[in-house]
């Protein structure tokens, strides 16, 4: 078990790029979140995944924003036509959707548009 | 609308002093509270969790108190160590499942040696 991972740990595009980013959660762990986390405060909910299916989406997932779990694995967040305040760490995490719901976090991708 | 609030951005206390971090929250839907450290380029990671049967729940030297009536809950180091200098966030959702955790927006902890 090497936790969750997250690919690149960087990234820096122009405004109006897409970005796409790679979620590897714990193996055996069925859910799967997004979060955005921006300086001074704390993660924000993006969505989240039960297996494959998506199952909320924060209301601050423009449709510029799309998620993906395919098989119920691996996760992609792409941002499509990005602007400077999309700028923030994105981070994964997963749980086995147990009681109490303790969320293991990756490394997150930190975003940078200029 | 802030649901879960930390109205302390940061806090500095002595190495071997109590550290006592504080949360409130607003949804009476809650049921089931934790609290995240983060050190910086990592993520966060889980620290200790209380349901919202219990009032107080323990582990090694940290202590987190629910005070339901009050919509508020307190997470205590003690004593505090140079290693525990982190972002700490508190964190709740419904023990149902299938419902988003909020996060509050966290307190960076100085312990000075």
């Not at chain 1, 405060?41 to 989406?57: D, H, I, M, R, V």
């Not at chain 2, 996060?103 to 100085?110: S, V």
Request: charged fraction near 20%; glycine fraction near 8%; include cysteine.
């Amino acid at each position: 078990d090497t936790g969750v991972s997250q690919n690149p740990r960087h990234k820096i595009t122009k405004r109006g790029q897409n970005v796409t980013f790679r979620c590897d959660p714990i193996s055996e762990h069925n859910r799967l979140y997004w979060y955005r986390q921006t300086l001074g405060q704390g993660p924000e909910f993006l969505t989240y995944f039960q297996n494959e299916a998506q199952l909320e989406k924060s209301r601050l997932l423009s449709d510029r924003f799309s998620a993906e779990r395919p098989k119920g694995s691996f996760s992609t967040l792409e941002i499509q036509r990005t602007e400077q305040g999309d700028s923030a760490m994105y981070l994964c995490a997963s749980s086995l959707g147990q009681v109490g719901e303790k969320l293991f976090f990756g490394s997150g991708t930190q975003l940078s548009v200029l | 609308d802030q649901q879960v609030k930390q109205n302390s951005p940061s806090l500095s206390v002595q190495e071997g002093r109590i550290s006592i971090l504080n949360c409130d929250y607003t949804n009476s839907m809650f049921d089931y509270f934790l609290w995240y450290k983060k050190y910086p380029a990592e993520g966060p990671t889980f620290l200790i969790s209380i349901s919202s049967i219990k009032d107080k729940n323990e582990d090694g030297r940290f202590t987190v108190f629910l005070n339901k009536s009050a919509k508020h809950l307190s997470l205590h180091i003690v004593p505090s160590q140079p290693g525990d200098s982190a972002v700490y966030f508190c964190a709740a959702t419904k023990n149902t499942g299938g419902f988003k955790t909020i996060f509050g927006a966290g307190t960076r902890l100085f312990v000075k040696a």
